[in-house]
Nanobody, 125 residues
Framework: QVQLVESGGGLVQAGGSLRLSCAAS????????MGWFRQAPGKEREFVAA????????YYADSVKGRFTISRDNAKNKVYLQMNSLKPEDTAVYYC??????????????????WGQGTQVTVSS
């Protein structure tokens, strides 16, 4: 079992930056690949970014590539999402998720076994 708690959301103007954090507790953090997803009102939860268990590989949705950076610190049991050049369309609840490192499916929502409660990000125009 893994417990995930996100933080760092808030209200920011377009063009601004936010850094989301996700703290993990429970089983060995390095046993899990980590992902960030988001869900806007009335829309499906969508993939944003993912990172392999070692941090050696990262993956991004086309909509955030070049603006968002995912990273992890296995010593601190944390994963981060640095979001730059934010746009109003980035407004959503952002969720941290974990999957066993051998799954190797970073994009599919149902491939993740554990989820945080989400943190709201609102980008004003």
């Amino acid at each position: 079992q893994v417990q995930l708690v996100e933080s760092g959301g808030g209200l920011v103007q377009a063009g601004g930056s936010l850094r989301l954090s996700c703290a993990a507790s429970g089983r060995t953090f390095s046993s899990y690949a980590m992902g960030w997803f988001r869900q806007a009102p009335g829309k499906e939860r969508e993939f944003v970014a993912a990172i392999s268990w070692s941090g050696g590989s990262t993956y991004y949705a086309d909509s955030v590539k070049g603006r968002f950076t995912i990273s992890r610190d296995n010593a601190k049991n944390k994963v981060y999402l640095q979001m730059n050049s934010l746009k109003p369309e980035d407004t959503a609840v952002y969720y941290c998720a974990a999957q066993p490192r051998y799954y190797l499916d970073y994009v599919t929502r149902t491939a993740y076994d554990y989820w945080g409660q989400g943190t709201q990000v609102t980008v004003s125009s």
